[in-house]
């Protein structure tokens, strides 16, 4: 994993940053850091879900030097905020597992359909492989997006008019308009 | 023989002992009555009466707070007390700059008086009694509960705000350490901590190490 390249924010050594703040207003800020850290942390890994039993264990939330972590209480409380801004769905109804979107499905939809008309995609059918792991997908961002983000993507791209999706089990796969 | 003689004397204290509730008893009731009828005609009993009546009530240690607020707001036992208090407490307090808790001030009095001590409801009650009698010293309550007592002149703000030159100095803080630091017990280094918290100076680090405190860099930075 790329933890190693990625760079903390100070708050993340201070010791403070762990504990939920009861000040109203120091409260917003260290909540406002820890959405800023959850986005980035999951942009520059390529992560596109957060699994809460994985997730305290993981660096983001533990940081050993200091030997502090965030409890599941207060992580549970900074993702009810970044689901009530649109940058996480849960996946199962126990809250387990989310989506983290550090770029919205509507925007991931515009950036394939970029893609698309470059290469001449339109009109044709890919394979949501194709868009993913394919060749011609090799420098673009949306490479190795996670297939329910993706399909979300899709989706919102369709929406729009601008693709219809084939969900054949066998052989899924997007039309583009 | 000898126990038979101490068996006696022990029952016919308890005699006594029955027959000196049964009195007291009466006088509850009566007490009680006196206070039904100070309610049903409340314009035409002087403020004086009251308070006389009032008395009546501590030496028989029968608490009746409805009516006892209702007319007159303390007793003249603990306007006294309170004036005493002012006056013996002015040194302890310049000592221990300016705020004690309760609790400290109840050991000094009652150390102090070696007899005829003081309930602990009688020195709250005095001590309620000081802001309306214009005392230099006042009753206060934190938010958690915590009462003290401060001279007139503590500045809760600015003594609050020495901390925060020692916090600076030293990185972080428990209410221990800074007590040992300031001097001040730790009960109120730490209501000096949280009132620092509440004016978002300070943030706190809740861990197995204890509740550190730290300067407040998410506001500013």
């Known amino acids: 994993m790329a933890d190693t390249s990625f760079e903390w924010p100070w708050q993340y050594s201070f010791p403070p940053f762990f504990t939920l703040q009861p000040n109203s207003d120091t409260k917003a800020k260290q909540f406002e850091a820890w959405k800023h850290l959850i986005l980035d942390y999951h942009k520059i890994n390529k992560k596109y879900v957060l699994d809460i039993t994985e997730a ?21 409380l900074i993702l009810d905020d970044l689901q009530k801004q649109g940058n996480v769905e849960w996946i199962d109804k126990q ?46 961002e949306f490479k190795g997006l996670e297939s329910g983000v993706l399909k ?13 999706l084939i969900l054949d089990p066998d052989n899924e796969g997007v039309k583009f308009f | 023989d000898k126990n038979e003689a101490t068996g006696e004397t022990i029952s016919e204290a308890f005699e006594d002992l029955k027959a000196l509730m049964k009195m007291a008893k009466e006088m509850v009731n009566l007490s009680k009555m006196v206070s039904q009828k100070l309610k049903e005609k409340q314009s035409d009993i002087t403020e004086d009466e009251t308070i006389q ?9 029968i608490s009746d707070p409805v009516t006892k607020e209702e007319f007159g707001s303390g007793s003249a036992f603990h306007t006294e007390l309170a004036k005493q208090l002012s006056v013996a407490l002015m040194k302890p307090l310049q000592e221990a700059g300016g705020i004690l808790s309760l609790t400290e001030v109840y050991c000094r009095v009652n150390r102090a008086r070696g007899v005829e ?32 007592l401060r001279l007139e002149s503590y500045d809760t703000a600015s003594e609050a705000l ?11 803080l428990t209410a221990d350490e800074l007590s040992i630091i300031s001097k001040a017990t730790v009960v109120i280094a730490k209501e000096r901590l949280l009132y620092l918290e509440k004016e978002g100076i300070v943030c706190r680090d809740d861990s197995i190490e204890g509740l550190r405190f730290y300067p407040n860099r998410f506001i500013s930075e």
Not at chain 2, 53 to 61: H, I, V
Request: glycine share 4%; proline share 3%; aromatic share 10%.
């Open chain 2, 162 to 172: 020495k901390a925060v030159d020692i916090l600076s100095e030293k990185g972080s």
């Open chain 1, 56 to 76: 305290q264990a993981s660096p983001l939330f533990s940081n050993k030097t200091i030997n502090r972590k965030l409890n599941l209480e207060t992580i549970y």
């Open chain 1, 152 to 164: 979300k993507a899709l989706a919102a791209l369709a929406q729009d008019g601008h693709a219809e």
């Open chain 1, 95 to 140: 809250r387990q597992r989310c989506y983290v979107f550090w770029r919205t499905p509507e925007e991931w939809g515009k950036l394939i359909y970029d893609w698309a008309e470059r290469n001449a995609l339109i009109n044709t059918v890919c394979t949501l492989y194709e868009i993913t792991s394919g060749d011609d997908a090799e420098n673009e």
């Open chain 2, 53 to 61: 009546f009032k008395s009546y009530l501590l030496s028989l240690g």
């Open chain 2, 117 to 148: 001590l003081i309930s602990p409801e009688d020195l709250l009650n005095a001590c309620l009694m000081l802001d309306k009698l214009k005392l230099p010293i006042q009753l206060h309550q934190f938010d958690s509960g915590v009462m003290v």
